[in-house]
């Protein structure tokens, strides 16, 4: 069973960074589909940034050249830093993984997946 731990969300005014990290114990996940959603109350959740099984990644188009995704395999951890941020980026951000998605499906499927593992999120407000 893997466990993930999302941790270093908070409150930043506009234009500052932040970076998020995910700690995964119990499975290393490094060729995983895995990744970043965010959701705020009362709208479907958003694939922020992926890594899927073949080490590509994708962005939604809202945060290209804002965020960056990235997996240090040693510390089977999987990060997403954050810059130049906005107001419009405040929502509660997940970590996800799942072993069963191989290559692109990983962007779409990730989230809905009845194999995924997926952390308790971490909150990030921008003001």
């Known amino acids: 069973h893997v466990q993930l731990v999302e941790s270093g969300g908070g409150s930043v005014p506009a234009g500052g960074s932040l970076r998020l990290s995910c700690a995964a114990s119990?499975?290393?996940?490094?060729?995983?589909?895995k990744g970043w959603f965010r959701q705020v109350p009362g709208e479907p959740a958003e694939a922020v940034a992926i890594i899927d099984s073949d080490g590509r990644q994708q962005y939604t188009d809202s945060v290209k050249g804002r965020f960056t995704i990235s997996q240090d395999d040693a510390e089977n951890k999987l990060y997403l830093q954050m810059n130049s941020l906005k107001p419009e980026d405040t929502a509660m951000y997940y970590c996800?993984?799942?072993?069963?998605?191989?290559?692109?499906?990983?962007?779409?499927?990730?989230?809905?997946?009845?194999?995924?593992?997926r952390g308790q999120g971490t909150q990030v407000t921008v003001s």
């Open positions: 996800l993984a799942d072993r069963s998605i191989s290559g692109r499906l990983c962007y779409t499927r990730l989230w809905n997946s009845p194999y995924n593992y």
């Open positions: 119990g499975y290393t996940f490094s060729t995983f589909c």
